[in-house]
């Protein structure tokens, strides 16, 4: 029965209009389908995104401890 529905659900989501085509913020490309599919809220194309990401988690490691003031009271 679990694959039936399974089988069910498969098609409902096969019938689902496809998200409109939007373009990246950063790069004015189109942002892929998938991605659109996934994350219909998306503002920049995966490239874009990962790029993004790298440059936060490199902004982070360079922010340490020393950069940390703690005042106590």
Do not use: F, W, Y
Request: hydrophobic fraction near 30%; proline fraction near 7%.
């Amino acid at each position: 029965m679990g694959q039936v529905l399974s089988l069910i659900q498969g098609r409902h989501r096969l019938r689902k209009p496809l998200p409109k085509p939007r373009l990246c913020d950063e790069c004015d490309d189109p942002i892929e389908t998938a991605r659109l599919q996934v994350q219909p809220k998306a503002k920049r194309c995966i490239s874009c995104e990962k790029a993004r990401e790298r440059r936060h988690k490199r902004a982070l490691a360079a922010t340490s401890d020393r950069d940390i003031v703690v005042i106590k009271g």
